[in-house]
């Protein structure tokens, strides 16, 4: 089993400042890519960044130029730093991972539980 442990969320005002973390604990044999999503109240859920195991990164539109994600040391780490944030950045952010765990030898996709970010003033 998979178990993630995700911290950052929080409430900020227009033009602030947020760092997501997330951590993946559990027998992991490979990490392919992280990342995060999003998905606010009636709307679907958005993949908003990822990042390979080669570090390779991609972002939805929206956030380019105002959101990093970055590994830590250890593989199956990940942060989402969050600059700019406006109120359509409300939403819960979701970690994702894509790995093979113990039991599931293969890639598979896996997440968080979820950390609420509020963006108002």
């Known amino acids: 089993q998979v178990q993630f442990v995700e911290s950052g969320g929080g409430l900020v005002q227009p033009g602030g400042s947020l760092r997501l973390s997330c951590a993946a604990s559990?027998?992991?044999?490979?990490?392919?890519?992280m990342g995060w999503a999003r998905q606010a109240p009636g709307k679907q859920r958005e993949l908003v960044a990822t990042?390979?195991?080669?570090?390779?990164?991609n972002y939805a539109d929206s956030v380019k130029g105002r959101f990093t994600i970055s590994r830590g040391n250890a593989e199956n780490t990940v942060y989402l730093q969050m600059n700019g944030l406006k109120p359509e950045d409300t939403a819960v952010y979701y970690c994702?991972?894509?790995?093979?765990?113990?039991?599931?030898?293969?890639?598979?996709?896996?997440w968080g539980q979820g950390t609420q970010v509020t963006v108002s003033s």
């Open positions: 990042i390979t195991h080669s570090g390779s990164t």
């Open positions: 559990g027998t992991i044999f490979s990490v392919t890519t």
């Open positions: 994702n991972a894509v790995m093979a765990i113990s039991g599931r030898p293969y890639d598979s996709e896996y």
